[in-house]
């Protein structure tokens, strides 16, 4: 039931590429490159922070989170749910060369972190953050890339950063 509800929607929103060459660079862009600017941009804001502890600690709590949660469990999803791109099971020309699993997204993760973390970091931008996620992960889904489902259990796991630190922040 939920997979046929994935399909169909993916091949609704895959549907809206193709229109015409500025929408599709226009989905190009928010998919592949937006998200190397925003990671940039979150890297100046941890560098701006004038306490040197306080940029070490948000470093290194940015750099655990995305290590555990992108490179331990993405990878462990993705060696039990083997899921092929939509574009290779569905033969579609994606507007996005992507190679590996599909399942859940990576890109859908990290930005999720990120975004989570600008709570932390800098609070003010916390939404641009996460409307950012949103946008890559709907172009990626545009793009012929990823299923709508892989985006939303990215953003799941995107929000355990925020669960562990509620949690931990509580016991204290």
């Known amino acids: 039931m939920i997979w ?3 399909e169909k929607l993916f091949l609704w929103m895959h549907g809206l590429a193709g229109w015409s060459w500025s929408t599709d ?3 190009i862009f928010v998919g592949h490159y937006l998200p190397y600017l925003i ?13 040197k502890r306080e940029r070490l600690s948000f470093a ?6 995305v290590f555990v949660l992108w490179g331990v469990l993405v990878s462990f999803l993705h060696y039990f749910f083997p899921i092929l791109r939509p574009s290779v099971t569905y033969k579609l020309e994606p507007l996005i060369t992507e190679t590996g699993m599909t399942f859940p997204s990576e890109h859908a993760v990290v930005f999720m972190i990120l975004a989570i973390l600008t709570l932390f970091v800098e609070r003010k931008y916390f939404s641009w ?14 793009a012929g890339i ?3 489902l892989d985006i939303l259990v990215g ?5 355990l950063p925020l669960l562990f630190s509620r949690y931990f922040l509580r016991r204290k």
Not at 60 to 65: A, T, V
Not at 155 to 159: A, E, H, N, T, V
């Open 4 to 6: 046929q509800w994935n």
């Open 60 to 65: 290194f709590f940015s750099s655990f989170s």
């Open 39 to 51: 990671a940039l941009h979150f890297i100046y804001l941890i560098w701006r922070k004038k306490n």
């Open 25 to 27: 660079w226009l989905i």
């Open 146 to 148: 990823h299923y709508p």
């Open 155 to 159: 953003w799941g796991i995107g929000l």
């Open 129 to 142: 953050y996460v409307a950012g996620a949103v946008i890559i992960g709907l172009a990626r889904v545009i």
